[in-house]
T-cell receptor, first 116, second 108 residues
Framework: DAGITQSPRHKVTETGTPVTLRCHQTENHRYMYWYRQDPGHGLRLIHYSYGVKDTDKGEVSDGYSVSRSKTEDFLLTLESATSSQTSVYFC???????????????FGSGTRLTVV | RKEVEQDPGPFNVPEGATVAFNCTYSNSASQSFFWYRQDCRKEPKLLMSVYSSGNEDGRFTAQLNRASQYISLLIRDSKLSDSATYLCVVTLGGKLIFGQGTELSVKP
């Protein structure tokens, strides 16, 4: 199984403060993703990365930025947290299994963020 | 219209029942298809990939109909441990797109 860890696992922060969530992988996979999960919405893509310093926006990227300065780390930053960003955040990696379109996707354990 | 739509839940079934989940996707360029399982407050985990030829893994059978843009999951002889939320997932342009999930509760 791919080694993927998220930190912190839980965080409570105040409105207006910056928050950074970290996703770390141990196997040099090229693609990494950040999703948020909210009741009634399922998992929605925030940002993703296809290599060091290569990132792109997902469907709910407003209010979030990301950075990938090393293959193993993908950081998600809320520049000024708002209550609407209270959510569960999942990181994922894409594992290439050989062959055309033969990929597997593995998720981290999630970060529960509460903005008060 | 959502890109991936699933049956609304929850499904409440007795042990031993057969239950079917349905899913449709809107973009015909979708490339790969999966069913994920998510237990309460945990991360999604891959249940099975879905292929046009259909595939089976024990009590689980998945089908894909590209012409109808339809994906299904059949669980036979359901167990208490099958209780979870089942997520229909497609890939498009290197990104995973999720349905909202269907909750299954298997009762004794």
């Amino acid at each position: 199984d791919a080694g993927i860890t998220q930190s912190p696992r839980h965080k409570v922060t105040e409105t207006g403060t910056p928050v950074t969530l970290r996703c770390h992988q141990t196997e040099n996979h090229r693609y990494m993703y950040w999703y948020r999960q909210d009741p009634g919405h399922g998992l929605r893509l925030i940002h993703y990365s296809y290599g060091v310093k290569d990132t792109d926006k997902g469907e709910v990227s407003d209010g979030y930025s990301v950075s990938r300065s090393k293959t193993e780390d993908f950081l998600l930053t809320l520049e000024s947290a708002t209550s609407s960003q209270t959510s569960v955040y999942f990181c994922a990696i894409r594992e290439d299994r050989g062959g055309d379109l033969n990929y597997g996707y593995t998720f981290g354990s999630g970060t529960r963020l509460t903005v008060v | 219209r959502k890109e991936v739509e699933q049956d609304p839940g929850p499904f409440n079934v007795p042990e031993g029942a057969t239950v079917a989940f349905n899913c449709t996707y809107s973009n015909s360029a979708s490339q790969s298809f999966f069913w994920y399982r998510q237990d309460c407050r945990k991360e999604p985990k891959l249940l099975m990939s879905v292929y046009s030829s259909g595939n089976e893994d024990g009590r689980f059978t998945a089908q894909l109909n590209r012409a109808s843009q339809y994906i299904s999951l059949l669980i036979r002889d359901s167990k208490l441990s099958d209780s979870a939320t089942y997520l229909c997932v497609v890939t498009l342009g290197g990104k995973l797109i999720f349905g909202q999930g269907t909750e299954l509760s298997v009762k004794p």
